[in-house]
């Protein structure tokens, strides 16, 4: 029974945080390309890797949580660099936030039912 108990679980956790991270991401990546062309050359596009990495802050935060290092001043720069790209891209930070909201507030419930059966299951 623990098995059971410790395999759904690690399965609810999995798939909250694929909710929580997958929409915003699929919505950054149809709203900003990664590449842009600058002369000749294609370069990694900085909003776009900035923003990709805003959409991983729940994975990030659950390996930070794993290695029992919090990290404020983390929070304040992806606050900060987030406020400071926002000017042009108003319109399409909306949308990226409501996935974000959708996907993260439904990956918490999935989160809570993990804890949930972890404390009746003794693990």
Same mark, same amino acid.
């Given at each position: 029974?623990?098995? +059971? !108990?410790?395999?759904?679980?690690?399965?609810?956790?999995?798939?909250?945080?694929?909710? /929580?991270?997958?929409?915003? &991401?699929? +919505?950054? #990546? /149809?709203?900003?390309? %990664?590449?842009?062309?600058?002369? !000749?050359?294609?370069?990694?596009?900085?909003?776009?890797?900035? $923003? &990709?990495?805003?959409?991983? #802050?729940?994975?990030?935060?659950?390996?930070?949580?794993?290695?029992? /290092?919090?990290?404020?001043?983390?929070?304040?720069?992806?606050?900060?660099?987030?406020? &400071?790209?926002?000017? /042009?891209?108003?319109?399409?930070?909306?949308? %990226?936030?409501?996935?974000?909201? $959708?996907?993260?507030?439904?990956?918490?419930? &999935?989160?809570? $039912? +993990?804890?949930? %059966? !972890?404390?009746?299951?003794?693990?």
């Amino acid at each position: 029974m623990r098995k +059971a !108990g410790r395999a759904k679980r690690c399965a609810l956790r999995l798939l909250g945080y694929l909710l /929580s991270v997958c929409p915003p &991401l699929f +919505a950054t #990546l /149809s709203f900003f390309p %990664i590449w842009k062309a600058r002369g !000749g050359a294609a370069v990694l596009a900085g909003g776009t890797v900035l $923003l &990709l990495v805003l959409c991983a #802050l729940p994975l990030l935060r659950g390996i930070r949580a794993m290695l029992k /290092s919090p990290s404020v001043w983390g929070m304040w720069l992806f606050a900060f660099l987030s406020f &400071l790209l926002i000017g /042009s891209i108003v319109h399409e930070m909306r949308v %990226i936030c409501l996935f974000g909201f $959708l996907g993260n507030l439904l990956g918490s419930l &999935l989160f809570l $039912l +993990a804890r949930k %059966i !972890g404390d009746e299951n003794g693990a």
